[in-house]
């Protein structure tokens, strides 16, 4: 069946590093991705997505690009700030109203001041 | 922008005992998600619903049982509650029948955290 995953955290950086968070994807047919992010105590908030092959959704500036060939997602930020400190989850769908969500495991990260 | 309300925010309950858990999408959405999300796991798909018919069935215990209503509010509704049921459910929602990929995206609600003692 299709599933998603993610590289294992948590993951520690300092202010202003560099961050890349590995996603791939099997999947039967072609997906809609998704990255959701989680602060403590609150629930899922979409950060970007992208509906086909090269599509590249970026927000906030975090960036992904939807990579049918080697079937990743992975999640980019130049800069990291402090505030970004929260649980990331890279997800799957397909169209329609059959369309449920499948997530990763979801990545921890933290960053120091 | 209106978002997916969900109540109670937090709900504690002793075993066996049954809970109700309610979910009011964005307006115009036409689909209702429920998910359960164990301590430190990733969310589980649990059920959807479509302009108030069962759409997809995932996870969810046949204990559990789940309806959308003319208002399209969702009721989520839980019974002989086990330890294990201790989670934070979410739900989301969708509007589907534009056929757009806009559209498609779920939006969460703040989630329903359930303890069970």
């Known amino acids: 069946g299709d599933s998603v995953t993610q590289m294992e955290g948590p993951v520690t950086l300092s202010e202003e590093a560099f961050l890349t968070i590995n996603c791939t994807y099997t999947?039967?047919?072609?997906?809609?991705l998704f990255w959701y992010v989680q602060y403590p105590g609150e629930g899922l908030q979409l950060l970007l997505k992208?509906?086909?092959?090269?599509d590249k959704g970026s927000n906030k500036g975090f960036e992904a690009t939807y990579r049918k060939e080697t079937t990743s997602f992975h999640l980019e930020k130049g800069s990291v700030q402090v505030s970004d400190s929260a649980v990331y989850f890279c997800?799957?769908?397909?169209?329609?109203?059959?369309?449920?969500?499948?997530f990763g495991k979801g990545t921890k990260l933290s960053v120091k001041p | 922008a209106a978002g997916v309300i969900q109540s109670p925010r937090h709900l504690i309950k002793e075993k066996r005992e049954t809970a109700t858990l309610k979910c009011y999408p964005i307006?115009?959405?036409?689909?209702v998600y429920w998910y359960q999300q164990g301590p430190g796991q990733d969310p589980q798909f649990l059920i959807s619903?479509?302009?108030?018919?069962?759409?997809d069935k995932g996870s969810i215990p046949d204990r559990f049982s789940a309806q959308q209503f003319s208002d399209y509010h969702s009721e989520l509704n839980m019974s002989s509650l086990e330890l294990g049921d201790s989670a934070l459910y979410f739900c989301?929602?969708?509007?589907?029948?534009?056929?757009?990929?806009?559209?498609?995206?779920?939006?969460f609600g703040p989630g329903t955290r359930l303890l069970v003692l």
């Open positions: 997800a799957l769908r397909y169209g329609g109203s059959q369309g449920n969500l499948i």
């Open positions: 992208a509906t086909k092959a090269d």
């Open positions: 989301a929602s969708s509007l589907e029948s534009s056929g757009g990929d806009v559209e498609e995206t779920q939006y």
């Open positions: 619903f479509y302009e108030k018919m069962q759409s």
């Open positions: 999947a039967t047919g072609y997906p809609s």
């Open positions: 307006p115009r959405h036409d689909t």
